[in-house]
């Protein structure tokens, strides 16, 4: 497969700039003192026995539709009941099915923490994302400068969002010093997206030792392919405490009750 994460990124330049031509960053910031109180997805994690981050998606590059006519304030809420720590959407349209408007009504539907999903690579996205309810956001490494990586953290933890940074390798180790609250291994790569589980595994042991020399230790998560209770059991042993997992919940028939055994799985399990 080629380098689907080149073509992600590229495009999404162009969606921003168009979206920017529309509404003026400056006419955007107008709206932030509307947006409401942010809750923690960090604490809610540190505070969770399972750590699981519940993913609102519709579909993906690699597998295509997932649960094409999914509506958010019917899967979120069932999320919330079945015990989810904090909520992950995916407001990528043209690759993922999702939109800005997924994200206001899961905000509406749930008291959970909300992260934005999306290849964040502008100040602008930020303020959307404060506006439209989001209590955090994800940096993707490999779509950013390690400059413009820590400028965007530092943006967003003055809107008041918390940062989940996102890496993939080794090779993006540095990029833990940009200040991020967690820091996620992907364990899907986004310019093949192959996916292998053993990754968080393997950065494990670098990511705790990095961690801890750092003013502020991030939260350990593990990002994608999550699709066995026990392998968070594991995970939970070797340090990480957020699991983001969408696609084994949304391919379910009942995404909460599939969501509701999954804890469970953990709980027979950890």
């Not at 392998?231 to 009750?257: H, Q």
Request: one cysteine or more; a neutral charge.
């Amino acid at each position: 497969m080629a380098d689907i994460l080149q073509t992600i990124v590229a495009r999404k330049r162009e969606e921003v700039a168009a979206r920017k031509r529309l509404v003026p960053a400056g006419q955007l910031a107008d709206g932030l003192s509307a947006a409401g109180a942010v809750r923690s997805v960090r604490k809610a994690l540190a505070g969770s026995e399972s750590g699981i981050i519940a993913e609102f998606k519709r579909r993906s590059p690699s597998k295509g539709w997932i649960r094409r006519g999914a509506r958010p304030e019917e899967v979120v809420p069932a999320y919330e009941r079945a015990g989810a720590s904090a909520l992950s959407v995916l407001t990528d349209g043209e690759f993922f099915g999702g939109s800005a408007g997924d994200l206001r009504v899961a905000r509406a539907s749930c008291a959970l923490p909300v992260l934005r999903k999306e290849f964040i690579i502008d100040e602008f996205q930020l303020l959307e994302a404060r506006i439209l309810g989001a209590d955090a956001v994800l940096l993707i490494a490999a779509c950013l400068a390690p400059g413009q990586c820590a400028d965007l953290c530092g943006r967003a933890h003055e809107l008041g969002m918390e940062v989940l940074l996102e890496i993939h390798g080794e090779e993006e180790l540095d990029y833990l010093a940009a200040g991020a609250d967690m820091v996620g291994v992907n364990n899907r790569h986004l310019g093949s997206f192959r996916t292998d589980v053993q990754q968080s595994f393997r950065l494990a042991g670098a990511l705790r030792e990095r961690a801890a020399a750092l003013p502020v230790r991030p939260l350990l998560v593990s990002e994608s392919g999550l699709a066995e209770a026990q392998t968070v059991g594991d995970l939970r042993k070797a340090g990480f405490r957020g699991f983001l997992i969408g696609e084994t919940f949304m391919k379910a028939d009942d995404p909460g009750r599939a969501l509701a055994d999954f804890i469970g799985g953990i709980g027979k399990n950890g």
